[in-house]
């Protein structure tokens, strides 16, 4: 009988640690989707290729404009990793203004543009309705 009960009590106290660690990842936090896991893992090198390629899909770059891009996101990025409580606006500032000597402020706009024009489509999709069980 005591068996079953520290088994049951382990059971309960497994499931409680499992669902914490599962609410604090699902849906959106403050607005934001939850990329714990996404931007922990990731290195500079990945993040700024990722990068890059947004850029890519919305304005036409050629491989030197890709270089360049490329080696401005990883020195971005590793600031950012050695440095906690950097001012996040001026690093926007920052790195704005270094894609905007690399491609021109046209095709900057243009691909402001389309990132609005994507954030309006992700932000209008229909949410999946929230079942519980009974």
Known sequence: MKKLILATIALVI?????????????????????????????????????R?????????????????????????????KNNENVDRQSMRTEISNGIVAIIGQERYDKFREQQKLNNQKNHNKPTKPIVMAK
């Open 52 to 80: 890059v390629n947004k850029i890519a899909e919305a304005v036409e770059l050629t491989n030197d404009e890709r270089t360049k891009l490329f080696e401005l996101f990883v020195d971005h990025f590793n600031k950012v």
């Open 14 to 50: 497994s499931l409680g640690i499992n669902s914490q660690n599962q609410a604090q990842c699902t849906g959106h936090q403050q607005g934001k989707r939850c990329n714990i896991e996404r931007n922990s893992v990731q290195s500079p090198e990945v993040k700024a290729t990722m």
